[in-house]
């Protein structure tokens, strides 16, 4: 299994422009989860996921967006960025049963200039 | 959520065991310790958690106090690769996602 995969590992975008950050799951986990991590901080939750078709907000949702149409994948979109969105971005996914462990991706840097 | 304090750094020598105390003095009958860690750059990595009894597995084990208000995790045999931020998370072990608040964590430095 790959696990959690991320694409791209980095990124520079400009201000006002937009993407799309991947993220990708093998394991058939029903729960995803997008995190932010700002130099010398701990993780904040973005957005999370219980299932296709089903996304709800997490601490820090504002400027972001999430879609899950298939088990596998939790796409999550920056529009019109900003330099307050420069941050490493993980993507997260657990089975709800046993130790609901995370298991996280290795990260996307994001710098906006 | 409980509230979770931890130092903000520690250093350790190779192969003696790091104890990383968490103090969690608000802690709920129904929430758990968890322990997450994150070696530099890369994403964080579940290491163990408990409810009130102590726990062991290959990676760790963790030590909760009987009135539950802090526990410490203990690597028995530290090495290069355990320097990491380690992050001590109290969280009720419900059936759904799990909203992980991340504090600042404990950086450990094991030293040769």
């Known amino acids: 299994n790959a696990g959690v995969t991320q694409t791209p590992k980095f990124r520079i975008l400009k201000i006002g422009q937009s993407m799309t950050l991947q993220c990708a799951q093998d394991?058939?986990?029903?729960?995803m989860y997008w995190y932010r991590q700002d130099p010398g901080m701990g993780l904040k939750l973005i957005y999370y996921?219980?299932?296709?078709?089903?996304?709800d907000k997490g601490e820090v949702p504002n400027g972001y967006n999430v879609s899950r149409s298939t088990t596998e994948d939790f796409p999550l979109r920056l529009e019109l960025a900003a330099p307050s969105q420069t941050s490493v971005y993980f993507c997260a996914s657990s089975y709800p049963a046993g130790d609901n462990e995370q298991f996280f991706g290795p990260g996307t840097r994001l710098t906006v200039l | 959520d409980a509230k979770t304090t931890q130092p903000t750094s520690m250093d350790c020598a190779e192969g003696r065991a790091a104890n990383l105390p968490c103090n969690h003095s608000?802690?709920?009958?129904?929430?758990?310790v968890y322990w997450y860690r994150q070696i530099h750059s890369q994403g964080p990595q579940y290491i163990i958690h408990?409810?009130?009894n102590n726990e062991t597995n290959e990676m760790a084990s963790l030590i909760i106090t009987e009135d539950r208000k802090s526990s410490t995790l203990i690597l028995p045999h530290a090495t290069l690769r355990d320097t990491a931020v380690y992050y001590c998370?109290?969280?009720?072990?419900?059936?759904?996602?799990?909203?992980?608040?991340f504090g600042q964590g404990t950086r450990l430095t094991i030293n040769p």
């Open positions: 608000t802690i709920s009958g129904n929430e758990y």
């Open positions: 408990g409810l009130k």
């Open positions: 996921s219980v299932g296709a078709g089903i996304t």
């Open positions: 998370i109290v969280r009720a072990k419900i059936q759904g996602a799990q909203k992980l608040v």
């Open positions: 394991m058939n986990h029903n729960y």
